[in-house]
C-alpha cells in the first residue's frame, strides 16, 4: 500500500468530512468509531467522495452540465489529478489504498444513470444499478481496510448491493418526487410516480408487496455479507456489522409498518442503535462464521453482474 503521497487534506477539510457523515452517514458515522483512526480517518474520506458525487446528481438543476462535470471527474480520476479539493483528496486516497480508478468510475457511470429517466425494468438492471452506486463502494472499503482477497470483494459488493436496495425501500416517496423508480418491472409491474402517490388499496398493496420482495431479497445479500466478515481485520469486522445490522434494521422496521415507512423517511433511533449494536456483537461474539471463513460464496448472487469488475463470474 502506497503511504509516501504528501496528503492533500487538512485538519479542517477532515472536520468537514466528519460533519457530512454526522449529517448524510448516521449509520456510517456511528459503526466508524470501531475501525482503527487510520482506517476511521480514510474511510471518511471516501464517503465524502461519494457523497459528492451522489449529490451532484440528486441536486442537479441541469442536468446536461452536471453529466458534463460527472464525465470530467472521471477524466481527471483516469489522469490522477484534479484542482477540485475532493477530488484531489479522492485521487490521493486511491492510491494510498491501491483502488483501481475504473472502480469509482463505475459508481459515476451509476450516478450518471439517475440523471436520465429512470425506469427499471429487470432485476439485471436493477443489480446492476446497485452494483454500481453501492457495490463499488464495497469494495473500494475492502481496499480501505487494506483487504483485498477476492472473495472478501464477493461478500463486500453483496453488502452494498443490499444496503442500496434497502435505500430503494426506504426512498420509494422520495424517488418517486424525482420521477425515479427503481423498483424493477418484474416485481412492481408497470409503476409510476403516480401509482406511487395514490391511496388506492389496491395500487398501496402492490407497494407493499413489491417493496416486502425487494427487502426480503436484500437479505439475501446481507447473509452473505455476514459470512465474508472472517476476511476482515478484528476491529472493522465489528464495524461492518454493526453498519450492516443497522442498516438491515431500516428495512426490517419498513416491513413492520409498511405504509407508514413509505411515506416517511425511516431511521433507526440511537437507543435502538445502541441496543441492537451491543445486541448483534454479542451473538457474534459466538458465532464461529464471524471469526473463521467456512464457506463459499454463492455464485447465484452474482449471475447477474457476473462481467462487472470483482463480481463471482
Known amino acids: 500500500m502506497n503511504t509516501s503521497a504528501q496528503p492533500v487534506f487538512s485538519n479542517t477539510y477532515l472536520k468537514e468530512s466528519e460533519a457530512i457523515l454526522l449529517n448524510k452517514g448516521k449509520t456510517f458515522y456511528w459503526a466508524r468509531f470501531f475501525l482503527t483512526p487510520i482506517s476511521a480517518q480514510r474511510a471518511t474520506r471516501l464517503y465524502r467522495f461519494c457523497r459528492f458525487i451522489d449529490d451532484l446528481a440528486d441536486e442537479a438543476l441541469d442536468k446536461i452540465a452536471v453529466k458534463e462535470s460527472l464525465t470530467c471527474i472521471q477524466s481527471e480520476l483516469e489522469i490522477g489529478h484534479s484542482e477540485h479539493l475532493v477530488v484531489a483528496d479522492a485521487i490521493q486516497l486511491f492510491k494510498e489504498c491501491d483502488i483501481p480508478v475504473y472502480i469509482p468510475c463505475e459508481l459515476i457511470n451509476g450516478v450518471m444513470s439517475d440523471l436520465s429517466l429512470v425506469r427499471v425494468k429487470t432485476e439485471a438492471e436493477l443489480l446492476t444499478y446497485c452494483y454500481r452506486v453501492a457495490g463499488t463502494v464495497g469494495i473500494m472499503m475492502c481496499k480501505v481496510l487494506n483487504v483485498s482477497n477476492p472473495t472478501a470483494l464477493f461478500h463486500a459488493i453483496d453488502l452494498g448491493i443490499a444496503m442500496q436496495?434497502?435505500?430503494?425501500?426506504?426512498?420509494v416517496y422520495e424517488d418517486?418526487?424525482?420521477d425515479r423508480i427503481y423498483l424493477p418491472e418484474s416485481i412492481s409491474g408497470n409503476m409510476s410516480p403516480q401509482h406511487v402517490f395514490n391511496e388506492n388499496k389496491l395500487e398501496q398493496d402492490l407497494l407493499v408487496q413489491?417493496?416486502?420482495?425487494l427487502l426480503n431479497k436484500a437479505d439475501d445479500y446481507y447473509a452473505s455479507a455476514y459470512l465474508g466478515l472472517a476476511h476482515l481485520p478484528f476491529r472493522s469486522r465489528v464495524s461492518i456489522l454493526v453498519a450492516a445490522t443497522l442498516y438491515q434494521a431500516i428495512g426490517h422496521q419498513i416491513q413492520q409498518k409498511p405504509i407508514l415507512a413509505l411515506s416517511m423517511k425511516v431511521y433507526v433511533p440511537k437507543r435502538l442503535k445502541l441496543l441492537l449494536s451491543i445486541k448483534v456483537c454479542m451473538t457474534a461474539l459466538v458465532d464461529y462464521r464471524f471469526w473463521f471463513y467456512r464457506s463459499a460464496h454463492q455464485s447465484k448472487l452474482h449471475q447477474l453482474i457476473a462481467k462487472l469488475p470483482f463480481c463471482n463470474g
Open 176 to 178: 418517486a418526487m424525482m
Open 210 to 213: 413489491s417493496v416486502s420482495k
Open 165 to 171: 436496495m434497502t435505500n430503494i425501500c426506504r426512498d
